[in-house]
């Protein structure tokens, strides 16, 4: 069983910068595609960016792409989301995803998911 925990969410202004990182426990984490997510309040969850199990491969939502950048330490079982120049349009709840198999930007084909962390974007 998987186990993953989101940390390092919070408020920051509008052109400001925050990683948030999330925490794996159990499994083959170095074996897994990983993804990040998020949901504003009324929205659908919508895909921000996912990584492979392969050193170096890895997708951004355009509406991230240049801003945020994913990353893994496999060593630590840690995944992170470092996000430039934020604007309010990106306040939500970002979730974590892992997969046992492939990498994408489907939620549905992810089989763990963390509790979320919340990120506040003031103007």
């Known amino acids: 069983q998987v186990r993953l925990v989101e940390s390092g969410g919070g408020l920051v202004q509008s052109g400001g910068s925050l990683r948030i990182s999330c925490a794996a426990s159990g499994g083959s984490f170095s074996s897994y595609g990983l993804g990040w997510f998020r949901q504003a309040p009324g929205q659908l969850r919508e895909f921000v960016a996912a990584m492979s199990s392969q050193p170096g491969v890895s997708m951004h939502a355009d509406s991230v792409k240049g801003r945020f950048t994913i990353s893994r330490d496999n060593a630590n079982k840690i995944l992170y989301l470092q996000m430039n120049d934020l604007k309010p349009e990106d306040t939500a709840m970002y979730y974590c995803?892992?997969?046992?198999?492939?990498?994408?930007?489907?939620?549905?084909?992810?089989?763990?998911w963390g509790q979320g962390t919340q990120v506040t974007v003031s103007p």
């Open positions: 995803a892992a997969r046992e198999y492939g990498w994408g930007s489907s939620a549905i084909q992810y089989n763990y």
